[in-house]
């Protein structure tokens, strides 16, 4: 509760920097028009108070120029790259597996009068692979997935990148492992032990295991941060070397 109160008080200080200033009539319309699931619509509302978000494009802005090429993986509906969008870069694009939510992300950045360069594809076996990224974001995404892992996304995704250039993450801390029920899916917790699926956080690693990780593809952690929210999260910055 107390990393719930504390995420909740952070986003409130932090809402009007983080917030997506987005009508909601025509939030709900785009949603309703795309099909796209009920949880793109929330997630954009309540930005602010998604610190794991947040805080790596945060860092975007501080270490890359607004000419940089910002490529997002499992992007969604587009809310990282249009805060990226508004605060002066241009050169975004991104994927998702889901039609409907890179139809909403197109829908939501017409809005602004702008496009970002969006495709429809399977991140982890993409058919399109993004050049000359400055910035690989991924963020609320690897985790959720059967089976994967973060040498999946550096492997994939780690020569895309220019030497000199980023990737920006998140990953669910090995604190995890430790709190009540956490082998449980969170939405089922009310629910007998008998019908609660397995927790939909698929991997769980230490500050030391992200940073092994990475320089095995070269690259360095530039910036990290833990957070308190729940579940624990870490988010990290990694500089690619080589």
Known sequence: MLDK???????WLQSQRHRLHIPQTYLMWCSQKTN????????????????????????????????????EVGC????????????????LGGSDIAASAIEMCNLLASYYKTSINTVVDDALHPQFL??????????????????????????????????????????????????????????????SPAKRRPSEYTFRMTSREVENCASKYGYVVQKKRELRTFPPRNVYIAKRCF
């Open 5 to 11: 109160a504390v995420c909740y008080v952070n986003g």
């Open 76 to 91: 969604g509906s587009g809310a990282n790259l249009i805060w990226l969008q508004q605060k002066g870069f241009l050169n």
């Open 130 to 191: 993004p050049e000359n990224v400055d910035v690989l974001l991924s963020v609320n995404w690897l985790y959720h997935i059967p089976g994967a892992s973060l040498d999946d996304m550096f492997n994939v995704y780690g020569e895309c990148v220019n030497p000199g250039g980023y990737m920006a993450f998140d990953c669910i801390s090995a604190r995890y492992n430790s709190k009540p029920n956490n082998n449980y899916h969170t939405a089922d917790l009310r629910l």
């Open 36 to 71: 796209a699931s009920w949880w793109h619509a929330y997630a954009i509302k309540h930005r602010p108070w998604r610190p794991h978000v947040c805080v790596p494009c945060e860092w975007i802005t501080q270490l890359v120029p607004s000419s940089g090429h910002v490529f």
